[in-house]
């Protein structure tokens, strides 16, 4: 085999920890997850893995390594994509000979320079996209207005774009099914070639809406929630009798992680909440949504253990080129903000090299983590709900306060010395390192912010947020 590590990153969608039983969950939603459990006692188990508020965010990050402020994919609604200036780990892991695969949602781009087979992936099956456009071709308005419904595209390499199926009910049902036997297929060529692979797998659940496959249809006490968690505990084991049968187990990194936490605003059929021991969920400020599940296996490499150290997705980028040996890789000609955690993931080290990171809804900065505490200048508490300025930040003791409802703590301690933390050198590194190379939304293709076009002016609405979060309480 090759001197590198193959990567297979399975990354699912709209998930709780509290979902599966290796953080204490499943079991109080009718489901069972044996396969993932099992996963877990094998490798690093993280309980303070952080995403960001949306999938389109949260998605860039961990390409990049920087937050979805710097590169301005900030929303997942249309207009959003990454510029052709920005690295993904892809573009960097094809530098040393990786067959680079995504399955599934991308959702970094929709229009040709932003696919990913135009930022490093040599193949995609997958959407453009959300998964609730598969609803679309049953609703008679959409019919009505002779809109053309979305599709579920191929792509074998820059400036090449299939559509294939119409994405409707059937189709978004059974989609992981085929990418399933895809990435195995990419996975075999790979080895017979004897070239590693990075296989990114998106798998579609438990976003809405939520259609488990036939064979999982009642399969568990949960109802449609707890039938696609049960069909992820499967398909993700079908992943992992892969890589076994292929005999590169000990050759082969594999990451299990959720994007953002689980639906608890729009209630799409069945989807009620499970944050566990966190409340809320995605598109809110709450922890039910920053937190979500991820556990890292290597065998030999990664110390079999479970850890509370923090952990942001945007560090995989320079984690995985740590881990795999190639540190040169990671760029020094703009900011990142992922942290090298390579020797936290390998147990040579207790404690996260990361002790903080800002809070973001869309443009807006609303706070920031700092090491068991969360510091809120705003609040978001459900996706339909209004940006809410507070008055007075709140400091919440995360430790003893999970529900998020003792906004002050004072009578735990006094933590108003939190606030100097935040206001004071960490938002001022943060608010200072934007003015050097962060894309605006709906920056065209070719914007390069080391050589912004005359008429651009630093003023986005993250910049003015941030701005007014450090300087504005100190009066």
């Given at each position: 085999?090759?001197?590198?590590?193959?990567?297979l990153?399975?990354?699912?969608?709209?998930?709780?920890?509290?979902?599966?039983?290796?953080?204490?969950?499943?079991?109080?939603?009718?489901?069972?997850?044996?396969?993932?459990?099992?996963?877990?006692?094998?490798?690093?188990?993280?309980?303070?893995?952080?995403?960001?508020?949306?999938?389109?965010?949260?998605?860039?990050?961990?390409?990049?390594?920087?937050?979805?402020?710097?590169?301005?994919?900030?929303?997942?609604?249309?207009?959003?994509?990454?510029?052709?200036?920005?690295?993904?780990?892809?573009?960097?892991l094809?530098?040393?000979?990786?067959?680079?695969?995504?399955?599934?949602?991308?959702?970094?781009?929709?229009?040709?320079?932003?696919?990913?087979?135009?930022?490093?992936?040599?193949?995609?099956?997958?959407?453009?996209?959300?998964?609730?456009?598969?609803?679309?071709?049953?609703?008679?308005?959409?019919?009505?207005?002779?809109?053309?419904?979305?599709?579920?595209?191929?792509?074998?390499?820059?400036?090449?774009?299939?559509?294939?199926?119409?994405?409707d009910?059937?189709?978004?049902?059974?989609?992981?099914?085929?990418?399933?036997?895809?990435?195995?297929?990419?996975?075999?060529?790979?080895?017979?070639?004897d070239?590693?692979?990075?296989?990114?797998?998106?798998?579609?659940?438990?976003?809405?809406?939520?259609?488990?496959?036939d064979?999982?249809?009642?399969?568990?006490?949960?109802?449609?929630?707890?039938?696609?968690?049960?069909?992820?505990?499967?398909?993700?084991?079908?992943?992992?009798?892969?890589?076994?049968?292929?005999?590169?187990?000990?050759?082969?990194?594999?990451?299990?992680?959720?994007?953002?936490?689980?639906?608890?605003?729009f209630?799409?059929?069945?989807?009620?909440?499970?944050?566990?021991?966190?409340?809320?969920?995605?598109?809110?400020?709450?922890?039910?949504?920053?937190?979500?599940?991820?556990?890292?296996?290597?065998?030999?490499?990664?110390?079999?253990?479970?850890?509370?150290?923090?952990?942001?997705?945007?560090d995989?980028?320079?984690?995985?080129?740590?881990?795999?040996?190639?540190?040169?890789?990671?760029?020094?000609?703009?900011?990142?903000?992922?942290?090298?955690?390579?020797?936290?993931?390998?147990g040579q080290?207790?404690?996260?090299?990361?002790?903080?990171?800002?809070?973001?809804?869309?443009?807006?900065?609303?706070?920031?983590?700092?090491?068991?505490?969360?510091?809120?200048?705003?609040?978001?508490?459900?996706?339909?709900?209004?940006?809410?300025?507070?008055?007075?930040?709140?400091?919440?003791?995360?430790?003893?306060?999970?529900?998020?409802?003792?906004?002050?703590?004072?009578?735990?301690?006094?933590?108003?010395?939190?606030?100097?933390?935040?206001?004071?050198?960490?938002?001022?590194?943060?608010?200072?390192?934007?003015?050097?190379?962060?894309?605006?939304?709906?920056?065209?293709?070719?914007?390069?912010?080391k050589?912004?076009?005359?008429?651009?002016?630093?003023?986005?609405?993250?910049?003015?947020?941030?701005?007014?979060?450090f300087?504005?309480?100190?009066?």
């Amino acid at each position: 085999m090759s001197d590198n590590p193959n990567i297979l990153f399975f990354h699912l969608d709209n998930v709780a920890q509290a979902d599966f039983g290796c953080y204490g969950g499943a079991v109080p939603i009718g489901a069972k997850t044996p396969n993932i459990d099992r996963f877990a006692t094998e490798g690093a188990l993280l309980t303070n893995y952080n995403a960001e508020a949306q999938c389109s965010p949260s998605r860039s990050a961990l390409m990049t390594g920087r937050h979805s402020v710097r590169t301005g994919v900030v929303s997942v609604l249309p207009g959003c994509g990454l510029v052709a200036w920005e690295l993904t780990i892809a573009d960097q892991l094809k530098q040393l000979g990786y067959n680079n695969a995504i399955y599934g949602k991308w959702h970094c781009g929709d229009s040709e320079g932003r696919y990913p087979t135009d930022k490093g992936f040599d193949y995609w099956y997958g959407i453009h996209g959300t998964w609730d456009v598969a609803y679309w071709p049953q609703d008679k308005w959409f019919r009505d207005a002779g809109m053309k419904p979305s599709h579920v595209v191929e792509s074998t390499g820059p400036g090449h774009i299939e559509e294939l199926d119409v994405l409707d009910f059937e189709v978004r049902k059974n989609f992981d099914r085929t990418t399933l036997d895809k990435a195995k297929d990419w996975m075999d060529d790979s080895v017979a070639k004897d070239e590693p692979f990075f296989v990114y797998f998106n798998h579609s659940a438990v976003h809405f809406p939520t259609l488990a496959r036939d064979e999982f249809v009642d399969s568990s006490d949960g109802g449609e929630i707890g039938d696609c968690v049960q069909m992820v505990d499967s398909d993700f084991q079908e992943l992992l009798d892969k890589v076994d049968n292929l005999g590169i187990t000990d050759d082969t990194i594999v990451i299990f992680a959720g994007d953002n936490g689980r639906d608890t605003t729009f209630h799409a059929p069945g989807n009620r909440g499970a944050a566990g021991n966190w409340r809320g969920g995605y598109f809110s400020s709450y922890e039910g949504n920053n937190r979500t599940a991820c556990i890292v296996r290597w065998p030999g490499k990664v110390e079999s253990r479970a850890t509370d150290g923090m952990m942001h997705l945007v560090d995989w980028f320079p984690t995985l080129l740590n881990l795999i040996g190639h540190e040169e890789l990671i760029p020094t000609d703009r900011v990142l903000d992922g942290v090298d955690q390579s020797a936290f993931i390998r147990g040579q080290q207790d404690d996260s090299n990361r002790e903080w990171f800002p809070m973001f809804f869309g443009e807006t900065y609303v706070g920031m983590r700092y090491r068991n505490f969360k510091v809120l200048s705003h609040q978001v508490p459900t996706g339909a709900s209004p940006i809410v300025e507070l008055a007075t930040p709140n400091v919440i003791n995360l430790t003893v306060d999970p529900d998020e409802d003792m906004p002050f703590n004072y009578d735990q301690g006094g933590h108003s010395w939190v606030l100097y933390q935040v206001y004071g050198p960490k938002s001022a590194e943060f608010h200072k390192s934007l003015k050097g190379d962060a894309v605006p939304k709906g920056a065209p293709l070719d914007f390069d912010p080391k050589d912004p076009p005359t008429d651009h002016h630093d003023s986005t609405p993250v910049r003015d947020e941030m701005h007014h979060f450090f300087h504005g309480q100190s009066g």
